[in-house]
């Protein structure tokens, strides 16, 4: 149980375009998902906390209007990087956490992004 | 400001030794704890949580140990095998509930056959 699955699991997209990346929970509502972002050799990177239904909560520094989150539903939650530039390319991990309240979070297996 | 700091250096140790990793916390009054194992390539996966008035957790051959006044938590893997290799990620986690983990900068294990 507790599997979160992220939709594309590597994009290649041009400068200028807008990539979107799907996290899903398979098995489980999840009331909050998060999204993290992880450069080579370095940890993984809180972007924002995105709760059902409500807009998502951006960490600093973190350009709300480039990274776009919704979260429609208890089990879907989008990120579209907009107008996309080399330096955002990286590699986007999802979690959720479930909504029975534990503390744990369950991760995505990530999605690669290369902007070219 | 909140910092997490975790062995940057690989830790490289025979098949069968006992690992130990290292995470040190300061401005920090963590609630709980939790330890992550990631992959190449691959998201975190959980492994152990452990809460402020826990001195120890263990799952099979994992434990995990919380000194709050020594603000730091150790990781053991015993008995360890080749396929232990990974990287290793820390997290405490605030009483406030928001569910949001800064992670260590992790440490990654090569486990020799």
């Not at chain 1, 009331?31 to 050799?41: C, E, H, I, N, V």
């Not at chain 1, 480039?66 to 089990?75: D, E, Q, W």
């Not at chain 2, 130990?20 to 975190?44: E, F, I, K, M, V």
């Amino acid at each position: 149980g507790a599997v979160v699955s992220q939709h594309p699991s590597w994009v290649i997209c041009k400068s200028g375009t807008s990539v979107k990346i799907e996290c899903r929970s398979l098995d489980f509502q999840a009331t909050t998902m998060f999204w993290y972002r992880q450069f080579p050799k370095q940890s993984l990177m809180l972007m924002a906390t995105s709760n059902e239904g409500s807009k998502a909560t951006y960490e600093q520094g973190v350009e709300k209007d480039k990274f776009l989150i919704n979260h429609a539903s208890l089990t879907l939650s989008t990120l579209t990087v907009t107008s996309a530039h080399p330096e955002d390319s990286s590699f986007y991990i999802c979690s959720a956490r479930p909504r029975t309240g534990q503390e744990t979070q369950y991760f995505g297996p990530g999605t690669r992004l290369l902007v070219l | 400001s909140q910092k997490i700091e975790q062995n940057s250096e690989a830790l490289n140790i025979q098949e069968g030794k006992t690992a130990t990793l290292t995470c040190n916390y300061t401005n920090y009054s963590p609630a709980y704890l939790q330890w992550y194992r990631q992959d190449p390539g691959r998201g975190p996966v959980f492994l152990l949580l452990i809460r402020e008035n826990e001195k120890e957790k263990r799952k099979e051959r994992l434990k995990v140990t919380f000194d709050t006044t020594l603000k730091q938590s150790l990781f053991h893997i015993t008995a360890s095998q080749p396929a232990d290799s990974a990287t290793y990620l820390c997290a405490p986690v605030g009483s406030s509930n928001t569910g949001k983990l800064i992670f260590g900068q992790g440490t990654t294990l090569q486990v020799k056959p």
